[in-house]
């Protein structure tokens, strides 16, 4: 009985080992760096932060997080990203912290916590490499970073975990995994731009119906030399068109930016060191981001009532 419980007592000891910290801490360190990457992302998408370097090209990355899977319920997907990471880092260092008989079981219990976010992050993050190589076709070294770091980070939540039942835990990632693959297959195929391109390297067509003022909007600033920039992919420059309207839309002047859209002008694009889509220069000035159709009126010197 005594060896039993000394075994006991040793087993308890090991798994909750300052030796096991080196892992706790790993996870909280890469935690932290991929909190900073979303959390940068997302002070972008909010407009807070200036536009981000991209190590794979601005372009490519503009293209990913500005598509149509890049929100989710009004707000950057970025933000859940950041928010997970943070939970990691939480459930990573608490253990840490906390001392007295509570210790084991907070241990434990964040022990589970780990492995099964990692699990949810990680299998997520594969479906949005997936998403962005089979249907955005653009790769965003940030997301891939991203992509490492939950991997690594589930690697560490099996190593340092000490798993007496390995069935369970094997049972309950699989578990964990198919549920979010249905999650994410679900979003994946909801989420789509507002209406279908009639052919590649197309915007999407505008449905809405043109009022007069938005007509003759339009016509005041192709007159007056306005121009917007936009991509065919971009869905922001959709809804700016939308604003407009179908007539309207098709009075302004809308230059294309994606190399592989239909009668791009890349050059010019390049040469105006755009922020972001769309963007639009308005008596010399650029201003990036959806516009309301008042704010244009008064940027450009419309006269003109009933916007």
């Given at each position: 009985?005594?060896?039993?419980?000394?075994?006991?007592?040793?087993?308890?000891?090991?798994?909750?080992?300052?030796?096991?910290?080196?892992?706790?801490?790993?996870?909280?360190?890469?935690?932290?760096?991929?909190?900073?990457?979303?959390?940068?992302?997302?002070?972008?998408?909010?407009?807070?932060?200036?536009?981000?370097?991209?190590?794979?090209?601005?372009?490519?990355?503009?293209?990913v997080l500005n598509s149509p899977w890049a929100t989710v319920f009004g707000q950057p997907l970025s933000l859940y990203g950041c928010l997970a990471?943070?939970?990691?880092?939480?459930?990573?260092?608490?253990?840490?912290?906390?001392?007295?008989?509570?210790?084991?079981?907070?241990?434990?219990?964040?022990?589970?916590?780990?492995?099964?976010?990692?699990?949810?992050?990680?299998?997520?993050?594969?479906?949005?490499?997936?998403?962005?190589?089979?249907?955005?076709?653009?790769?965003?070294?940030?997301?891939?970073?991203?992509?490492?770091?939950?991997?690594?980070?589930?690697?560490?939540?099996?190593?340092?975990?000490?798993?007496?039942?390995?069935?369970?835990?094997?049972?309950?990632?699989?578990?964990?995994?198919?549920?979010?693959?249905?999650?994410?297959?679900?979003?994946?195929?909801?989420?789509?731009?507002?209406?279908?391109?009639?052919?590649?390297?197309?915007?999407?067509?505008?449905?809405?119906?043109?009022?007069?003022?938005?007509?003759?909007?339009?016509?005041?600033?192709?007159?007056?030399?306005?121009?917007?920039?936009?991509?065919?992919?971009?869905?922001?420059?959709?809804?700016?068109?939308?604003?407009?309207?179908?007539?309207?839309?098709?009075?302004?002047?809308?230059?294309?930016?994606?190399?592989?859209?239909?009668?791009?002008?890349?050059?010019?694009?390049?040469?105006?060191?755009?922020?972001?889509?769309?963007?639009?220069?308005?008596?010399?000035?650029?201003?990036?981001?959806?516009?309301?159709?008042?704010?244009?009126?008064?940027?450009?010197?419309?006269?003109?009532?009933?916007?």
């Open positions: 009985m005594t060896s039993t419980r000394l075994a006991s007592r040793l087993n308890n000891r090991r798994r909750n080992d300052p030796g096991h910290r080196w892992v706790r801490v790993a996870m909280a360190v890469l935690a932290s760096i991929g909190a900073i990457d979303t959390g940068a992302i997302t002070l972008k998408r909010w407009g807070l932060l200036a536009p981000l370097a991209c190590p794979g090209g601005a372009e490519a990355c503009d293209k990471y943070a939970a990691v880092v939480l459930l990573a260092v608490l253990p840490l912290l906390v001392r007295g008989e509570s210790r084991s079981s907070l241990a434990t219990a964040s022990r589970w916590g780990l492995f099964l976010v990692s699990t949810g992050m990680a299998t997520f993050s594969m479906q949005l490499l997936g998403l962005m190589a089979f249907r955005i076709h653009a790769v965003c070294a940030f997301c891939i970073l991203s992509a490492c770091i939950t991997v690594a980070l589930l690697v560490l939540s099996l190593v340092g975990g000490d798993w007496e039942d390995r069935g369970k835990v094997i049972f309950r990632g699989v578990l964990t995994s198919l549920a979010v693959i249905v999650i994410g297959i679900g979003w994946i195929t909801a989420v789509d731009r507002p209406a279908t391109a009639t052919a590649p390297g197309m915007p999407a067509p505008v449905t809405s119906v043109s009022s007069p003022a938005a007509l003759a909007l339009a016509r005041h600033l192709t007159s007056s030399g306005a121009a917007m920039y936009t991509a065919y992919w971009c869905p922001h420059c959709h809804e700016q068109k939308e604003l407009f309207g179908r007539q309207a839309t098709a009075e302004l002047k809308v230059i294309e930016c994606a190399p592989d859209g239909h009668n791009n002008q890349k050059a010019l694009c390049d040469s105006k060191k755009l922020q972001g889509f769309p963007t639009w220069e308005i008596n010399g000035k650029l201003e990036s981001g959806v516009k309301p159709l008042a704010k244009l009126a008064e940027m450009s010197g419309f006269k003109g009532s009933g916007l």
